[in-house]
């Protein structure tokens, strides 16, 4: 069995490599290349080469171009001008793209692609500190159809053109079905809560700020129209409330009381950048924050189980008292116990 999870691990790498390849030839060939030509040059067969060039596109997110049978790579759109960093600059990057390794829970070719263009570059310690993140990330499970609407969305947003999608919302969300939709993408935004990619824009449909879970989002296309850019300071102002991606839910104060015994650790993180702390005589901490609805702060407020007491919104509180009420029945006593 771990023979088999080492060959698949292998071929994907091999996969990879010959993608790389196949890019860097056609990078050193602007006016493209006959697929047979890259078939000799890459060592494949010409079939393969046809199945790679639009997994290039499709998996990787590489825009290509196809004319009296020869194939290019837009280079335009496909790749940014390079960066001369520092070693404290790639070691920052390297951290930032740990941390998206750590809460990500699939596979990310292009989040492997940048570890590799970026191992190139650095000392000897730093290569081996990125070479076991690609150990990791090579773990992760796959998921295609994820990393195709990822590159699409991607390119929406990079190139300002509404995407259509097919979304999928989730189960708890009462009365809403599968639904297409046409979305101005102003954001891409991981969840640290979720551990999922999102995705915060203009849905036309709807006529509103919108967030969507990529994972729920069944097919994503580009379509040819372009809009204006976003006010930075609408946006900014619309996301400010939110506790971790939802920005698109009326803000609402919320008041909490945290024990003393958690008052110290509460108070030496900035949990929101709307909070107001007061320390009480008793040595208990008022909590104060606006947010963009409760559904992603109720859980953080769970996680502080009986030191917290949610005082402001009423509903809010209703909701935690059912909750625990709820949750006190799976725990019966041992005299209840069968």
Do not use: C
């Amino acid at each position: 069995m771990e023979d088999g999870f080492a060959d698949r691990v292998s071929a994907k790498r091999d996969r990879t490599a010959r993608l790389n390849r196949i890019m860097h030839v056609l990078q050193a060939n602007p006016d493209g290349l006959a697929p047979t030509d890259v078939a000799k040059r890459v060592g494949v067969s010409v079939r393969t080469v046809y199945r790679d060039l639009k997994a290039i596109e499709s998996a990787l997110g590489v825009p290509t171009w196809a004319l009296d049978g020869r194939w290019g790579i837009d280079q335009a759109k496909a790749f940014l001008p390079p960066l001369k960093l520092t070693t404290a600059e790639a070691m920052a990057v390297v951290l930032s793209a740990r941390l998206m390794v750590r809460y990500a829970d699939k596979y990310n070719p292009s989040l492997a692609s940048a570890f590799e263009k970026l191992e190139a570059g650095l000392p000897d310690s730093l290569k081996d500190h990125v070479e076991r993140t690609l150990a990791v990330l090579s773990q992760a499970p796959r998921d295609e159809q994820f990393n195709a609407n990822v590159a699409i969305l991607t390119r929406g947003w990079a190139e300002r053109r509404v995407v259509m999608i097919d979304y999928r919302p989730a189960a708890y969300t009462k009365g809403a079905g599968p639904r297409k939709a046409e979305v101005r993408p102003y954001l891409i935004e991981p969840s640290l809560q979720t551990h999922a990619l999102y995705l915060i824009g203009w849905d036309e449909t709807r006529q509103g700020l919108r967030t969507f879970k990529i994972e729920r989002i069944r097919n994503a296309a580009l379509t040819p129209r372009t809009f204006a850019p976003p006010d930075a300071e609408d946006t900014a102002a619309a996301l400010r409330w939110a506790w971790d991606i939802i920005a698109d839910q009326p803000p609402v104060e919320v008041v909490l009381r945290f024990s003393p015994a958690v008052a110290a650790r509460v108070g030496e993180t900035n949990w929101h950048a709307s909070q107001r702390l007061e320390t009480a005589t008793d040595g208990s901490l008022l909590w104060r924050a606006t947010v963009s609805g409760t559904y992603e702060i109720r859980v953080w407020i769970l996680g502080w189980g009986a030191d917290v007491e949610v005082l402001q919104p009423a509903q809010l509180r209703a909701d935690m008292r059912a909750t625990l009420e709820q949750a006190l029945t799976r725990y019966p006593t041992s005299k209840e116990t069968p």
